[in-house]
């Protein structure tokens, strides 16, 4: 991408070179015209001089005798004089206008040729002068013109270049101001410039923009919100209907039964879907957060008991690893532990069965979560914090889930400005990292502990 200021800054000097070459050209054309025409007019002169001359003297004498009268004559500079007769014989010559006329390049001169008619009879009259003076002034032009271009140019391409620069900032500022709104902070406003021009219009018209984005947003996080609040309840009937149902006597495997399982299984998938949509949805949509100091290695310890059932029907062998002391950050304690059980959910789900997961708090407030699974493709890494994006639709890992588990566990991080961060390769597990931010409120003394012994918690 060429940005517009080099761009500005380019078409500027293009310009400018351009209007400085036409200005230069005509400068040293005009100059040196100006000159021919005072050596022209000087020439002009200085034949009539001589013309008048020979005129008065040509009835009364020969021409080698004229000449030899010319030669002597100090009035006029016989040696820049020529003429000849319109038969094209040379009647007189001065030394000086042979060498010029013989050598035109090698001596700078001007030379005049004129036909003049005296007494009946056509010459043709040289006259010349030494051309040195105005030669120089043109050098010394040329070589002013041939310096002084690139030295304006320069200097043109870096005003040109600092007024563009100057008068591009607010819409840089802009366009800063816009790329740093997004889902999350979505009720931010540019600032408007009061400048009356089109920048002012253009902070103007990206605010109503961001106005009616922000209604269509809200609307579809309250939609959602709704719709899956709703859903709840008859979800929740259909449930307990199937389980109730389940509880009457009967054959165990008759076909009454087993649709009743089916349903139970589909019930209950859509109530965690429902319970996913909805915090999604109020994650969305949350105001300020109400953030408590949360202990990490507690946190993660509550959510892991919750779970490890799974991994204890696998087989996977789980090892928590804590520092002695409490690792303790701002945070909504109940969005952690979904956070933590999302995370592990996910480790023991594509862990196959006889491997190993590994959770570990450190004193930086870093929470990682390894596994020796399945891995992630790198063509499935970028989108697994989609919605519904599940990379192993295709190749059928581990039980069907519905994709929202990462994109829940990305806005949890979000909304408490940490960071979260997989790196997998295929068939060679996973590692999930969370960060918190260092100090996020804490006090620095209580946040961190200078004791980095470790516990090792193993799980089988
Ligand atoms: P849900 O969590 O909604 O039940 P899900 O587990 O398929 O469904 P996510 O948790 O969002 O959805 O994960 C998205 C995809 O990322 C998963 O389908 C899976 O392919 C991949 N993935 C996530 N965690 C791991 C992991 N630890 N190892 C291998 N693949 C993973
Ligand atoms: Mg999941």
């Not at 806005?411 to 996020?440: C, M």
């Amino acid at each position: 991408m060429i940005p517009l200021r080099a761009k500005l800054t380019l078409v500027y000097s293009i310009l400018f070179l351009a209007s400085v070459a036409a200005v230069e050209v005509a400068t040293y054309w005009g100059v040196s015209a100006a000159l021919d025409t005072l050596l022209e007019n000087e020439l002009i002169a200085r034949r009539a001089v001589v013309e008048e001359y020979v005129q008065n003297h040509v009835r009364r004498l020969e021409w080698p005798a004229l000449a030899a009268a010319l030669a002597n004559h100090r009035g006029f500079q016989p040696d820049w004089i020529g003429i000849e007769s319109s038969e094209g014989h040379v009647l007189f010559a001065g030394a000086a206008l042979r060498n010029a006329r013989a050598n035109p390049a090698i001596t700078p001169s001007r030379v005049l040729r004129e036909f003049r008619r005296i007494d009946g009879q056509d010459y043709v009259f040289f006259t010349g002068m030494d051309a040195n003076i105005p030669a120089a002034i043109l050098e010394r032009i040329r070589w002013i013109m041939l310096f002084s271009a690139p030295l304006l140019l320069l200097s043109a391409s870096a005003i040109g270049y600092w007024i563009a620069g100057r008068a591009l900032k607010p819409v840089q500022q802009i366009a800063n101001a816009a790329a740093s709104i997004d889902s999350r902070n979505l009720a931010t406003r540019l600032t408007v410039p009061a400048s009356r021009d089109e920048l002012q219009r253009l902070a103007e018209t990206i605010n109503h923009m961001l106005d009616r984005i922000e209604t269509g947003f809200r609307q579809i996080s309250q939609f959602t919100a709704n719709a899956s609040h709703e859903l709840r309840t008859p979800v929740a009937i259909i449930r307990s209907t199937a389980e109730v149902a389940l509880l009457h006597p009967g054959p165990a495997d008759s076909p009454e039964r087993n649709a009743l399982r089916r349903i139970l299984r589909q019930s209950e998938r859509n109530s965690q879907l429902l319970e996913d949509m909805l915090h999604l949805a109020r994650l969305d949509a949350a105001a300020a957060p109400n953030h408590q100091p949360v202990d990490l290695a507690r946190s993660l310890r509550a959510a892991a008991s919750s779970v490890l059932p799974l991994a204890q029907k696998q087989n996977i062998t789980v090892n928590i690893v804590t520092p002695p002391n409490p690792v303790i950050v701002l945070a909504d304690d109940a969005h952690l532990r979904r956070l933590w059980t999302i995370l592990l959910d996910n480790a023991f789900k594509y862990t196959p069965a006889g491997g190993s997961v590994r959770i570990a708090v450190d004193m930086d407030h870093e929470v990682s979560i390894q596994d020796t699974g399945c891995g992630i493709a790198p063509e499935d890494l970028p989108h697994v914090f989609d919605r519904f994006y599940r990379a192993d639709k295709s190749r059928g890992a581990g039980p069907a889930g519905f994709g929202l588990g990462l994109a829940l566990a990305r806005q949890i991080t979000r909304s408490h400005k940490a960071t979260i961060e997989i790196t997998s390769r295929l068939s060679q597990g996973a590692d999930v990292r969370i960060r918190f931010p260092k100090n996020n409120g804490i006090p620095h003394e209580t946040a961190v502990s200078a004791n980095s012994q470790v516990n090792h918690i193993a799980l089988k």
